[in-house]
């Protein structure tokens, strides 16, 4: 019987990969913030506490926390990151809000005041300098030691942690007890596991190909579970949910078979080769490094974005990643099903259309934007040595 008696707020909680780790671990989330709604009903269909708004946090006042006043023991979250990734470096813009929304974070803690203080996000945070040239973090740190915190920060890679995945995020946590040891990384090396490789990741879900299946389909397993990390996955799951590949055209098809053979897209023959958008008679001599890039099965899998649907080409078949299968690559269960369609059009390019109905994140952007579930459980249980630390 888990123990519920920890209480942890979620901020910016997505899908609930922090939230559905914790939770693993008895703790009891008393209130999850997000402002997407395909996200929340994701969150509502996975999670214990079912105690979640759909809101913006910048719109919510301080009074609306402070009933949580004394009353939780964490207050966690990932404010969004796309200000900061390098993956969108080529589109940031100094005053994009989302660069401030860590201070949302910092507003509810002050409001709180919570023992422990967890924050993620992507490995850049650590590097990233306001207008003013000083470094966020320091804002970060200063405010919370203001408050009373005592914080240790650090990038740390999920796949030194038994996670099949290459992904680098910043962490930081923070407690009200001064007298505490916080070193993050002293902490984890009790939690440090060797990850699978990709193929002993995902190699028991069925083979699936596209148009084989119509948007919502679920299937069964076609064979037994071959590993510890499968079974776990698997857990009590008796079938396989968001496992539709994307619909992609014969001619996309075929030029991943060659891919797969070849594995080379400097190779590839005129026929298979993108054209001059609005001209077809033309072949591009554009490049796009990052999409279609064949996985190695024998290798723990790259990390895993909010736009991963074009970026990697399945090992042996020949199509991108399902939903499904870069889930297991985060270590969400395959009980863990997605809500929202699964995918959408870029949002730039929704905005433009006026389809303002599928602005919201799509399967793999909950996907992408997710903590590991198997991560966010081990900064849990970090958490709960330090709340009992302060008893």
């Known amino acids: 019987m888990k123990d519920y008696s920890y209480k942890v707020i979620d901020l910016f909680a997505g899908a609930g990969g922090l939230s559905y780790g914790f939770e693993a671990k008895g703790f009891d989330v008393v209130l999850a913030l997000e402002k997407d709604s395909w996200a929340i009903e994701t969150y509502k269909a996975n999670h214990r506490n079912l105690n979640c708004l759909e809101a913006d946090i910048t719109k919510i006042p301080d009074e609306a926390f402070k009933e949580y006043n004394g009353k939780v023991d964490i207050v966690m979250g990932g ?60 804002d970060v740190v200063s405010t919370l030691d203001g408050l009373g915190y005592k914080c240790n920060f650090s990038v740390i890679d999920v796949k030194d942690y038994g996670i099949p995945q290459d992904r680098r995020r910043f962490f930081l946590i923070g407690v009200k007890d001064k007298s505490l040891d916080v070193n993050l990384m002293v902490m984890l090396k009790d939690y440090y596991s060797t990850a699978c490789n990709l193929r002993d990741a995902i190699s028991d879900l069925p083979i699936v190909m596209p148009y084989q299946y119509k948007e919502g389909d679920v299937m069964p397993y076609t064979q037994e579970p071959q590993n510890d990390y499968q079974r776990l996955m698997r857990g009590k799951s008796t079938q396989v949910n968001n496992h539709i590949p994307m619909q992609h055209t014969p001619k996309t098809v075929e030029k991943f078979r060659f891919l797969l053979n070849n594995g080379s897209k400097d190779d590839l023959p005129d026929n298979l080769r993108s054209v001059v958008r609005g001209d077809t008679t033309r072949i591009s001599d554009s490049k796009f490094s990052q999409n279609h890039r064949v996985m190695d099965a024998e290798k723990i899998a790259p990390t895993i974005t909010a736009s991963f649907y074009s970026s990697f080409i399945h090992p042996s078949q020949p199509r991108n990643l399902t939903v499904r299968e870069a889930a297991r690559i985060q270590t969400f269960p395959d009980t863990f099903v997605f809500h929202g369609k699964r995918t959408t059009l870029s949002k730039k390019l929704l905005s433009r259309k006026g389809i303002v109905e599928d602005l919201h994140l799509d399967q793999f952007n909950q996907v992408g934007n997710a903590v590991p579930p198997m991560m966010a459980s081990i900064m849990a249980d970090i958490c709960k040595k330090l709340l009992e630390g302060m008893k």
């Open 79 to 138: 404010p969004p990151c796309q200000g900061f990734s390098i993956a969108a470096s080529n589109r940031r813009k100094e005053g994009d809000e989302r660069n401030f929304l860590y201070r949302e974070f910092l507003r509810v803690v002050a409001v709180v005041k919570p023992k422990v203080v967890l924050l993620e996000n992507v490995k850049e945070f650590g590097k990233y300098h306001l207008p003013d040239g000083r470094l966020l973090i320091d």
